[in-house]
Each structure stands twice: as C-alpha cells, then as structure tokens.
C-alpha cells in the first residue's frame, strides 16, 4: 500500500502540471503578471513550473467547464494563442522584472500572437523599457508578422508597429538596433508609408533621417504621400489639415529631401542637421 502511494504521488503532480499546462489558467500566476507582483508569480511557479506556459483566455473562458462548454455549442477552442508571456509584455505592470522571472522560468519568447512577435507587441505599446529587454535576449528587430494570408498587416516588422505609440523614441531605438528602414510587408508598404497613414510625423521624421524611401510605392501603387492624404479610420483632422501633413511627404518636400541626403551620404542625419536643411526649404513647415 505504502509503495503505491509513493508512486501515485509523483503521477499525481505530473498530472497536475500537464493539466495546468494543457487546460487551465491557472489564475495565480495570470494575476500575478498583470499585478507586476514579482514575488507572487515567483511563489506560484515554484508550486506549478509548468504554468510559465499558462494558456490565457478571455475572461468568460477562464474555467475548464466553461471552455467545454464553449467547444461543445461552438466546435472550437476559445483559446486566440494568447500565452501568459504575451500579458507580461502588454501592458503588465513592472513589466521587465516579471518578463525576467519568466524567461528563467522558461517561457517561450519566441511566442506570436496572431502573427505577431513579443517585439511587435512592445513596439506597438510604445513600451521602450519592455523592447530593449527583448532586444537584448534576441528579439529580432526585421521579423515579419506571419499571420495568415490576406491579414493586412501580414510581414510588418517591427517598425511598422512602432508608428503608434512614442513613434519616434520606438523607431529610433529599432533602427539603432538593425531594424531595416524600407522593410515592406505583404502590400509593399513600408514603415514611412504607415507613419504617413496614421499621422505620425515625429516617426516619420526619424525615418527620413535615416533615409527612408519617401517616394516608395506599395502593390497599389501608392506613396506616403498619397496616403498622408486620406484620413485614417475615426481621424479628426479637416481636409485643410491632412493637406498640410501631406506637405511633408510630397516629392521633393522636406522628408524625401532629407532623406536623398541621406541615401547619398550613406549615414544618418542628426535632428539638429535636418532641422538646418528644413529651414533653407521655402515654405516648409517645421518639425
């Protein structure tokens, strides 16, 4: 009796961390992440190693009934890809320490979500701190997004991303780190053209200094400049407005004048020297 429960015993905790692995989110850790609370996660892990691969849903799911049920009216698993690494780097508070517990922990930092690498969702947070930690432990600064054909933003990089939030501090931290300035996706749109579609002058600023093709054409054939035309999906701004934007992509306008500078000389511009050639434009608009 004695030696099967010696044996039944470790079955038994081998079970219990596939199950956590496998079917649970396990919600000790999950609101240990979202909490930043370093020592909480640190505890939870050490009862359950395994649940550094948590499987996070969305909050009606979080049961494994629920989810049953959820296969059974549905026919599928309610689960987008979201693992708890990906709730660490968006938005999770004391981001970096908590990313550190988990990366000794061994969690996946290659994990995408839809497409997405760790990198494009800091990128997209305009979280500087969180993207440097991931550069640091090889983060690639050119993976392209490979979610599935006919996704928009299928082989964005990174620096697509980075034209959201601190788009200048973001694009410049990547390119300093080998991003490449003209990386298109899928549709041929490069990161100048994206800064171009969401009003994004001070990303785009950076990409002219550092030599952006500012007369690109996407699959459609269409420029930044075309596109700094169009307001963006919910944007404010008058047509008077968006006309003025635009001033900066036109051809031969500040960026793409900047820019062939550039390209000529083979470096980046400073701020303060492209600030200088701004002002022997005529009518140009300062940065």
Avoid at 54 to 64: K, N
Avoid at 77 to 88: S, T
Avoid at 201 to 215: E, I, K, P
Wanted: some cysteine; aromatic content about 6%; overall charge negative.
């Amino acid at each position: 009796m004695r030696l099967w429960i010696l044996r039944a015993v470790p079955l038994g905790i081998l079970a219990v961390a596939a199950y956590g692995y496998w079917e649970g989110t396990p919600q000790d850790v999950v609101n240990a992440v979202r909490g930043g609370d370093v020592e909480r996660l640190k505890t939870a892990l050490r009862k359950d190693p395994a649940s550094v691969h948590t499987r996070v849903y969305a909050q009606a799911y979080e049961t494994s009934s629920s989810r049953t049920r959820y296969r059974a009216r549905t026919g599928e698993d309610p689960w987008d890809g979201r693992y708890l690494i990906h709730d660490a780097v968006q938005g999770g508070s004391n981001a970096v320490p908590i990313l550190e517990v988990l990366a000794a922990g061994g969690a996946d930092l290659d994990a995408r979500l839809k497409g997405q690498t760790l990198l494009h969702l800091a990128a997209a947070e305009g979280d500087l701190e969180v993207a440097t930690w991931l550069l640091d432990h090889g983060a690639d600064a050119n993976a392209g997004n490979d979610c599935a054909d006919g996704c928009a933003e299928r082989g964005y990089t990174p620096l697509h991303s980075a034209l959201e939030f601190r788009d200048d501090e973001m694009t410049a931290l990547l390119l300093a780190r080998g991003a490449r300035v003209d990386a298109a996706g899928a549709d041929g749109r490069t990161a100048v053209h994206a800064a171009a579609a969401r009003g994004k002058l001070s990303g785009a600023f950076v990409l002219a200094r550092h030599g952006a093709d500012v007369g690109r054409k996407d699959a459609g054939g269409k420029t930044p400049y075309d596109l700094a035309l169009v307001p963006a999906p919910g944007a404010t701004a008058s047509a008077d407005e968006r006309k003025t934007f635009a001033r900066w992509f036109a051809p031969d306008g500040p960026f793409d004048t900047v820019s062939a500078r550039v390209r000529a000389s083979g470096s980046p511009m400073s701020d303060e020297a492209a600030r200088a050639v701004f002002a022997t434009l005529p009518n140009t608009p300062r940065p």
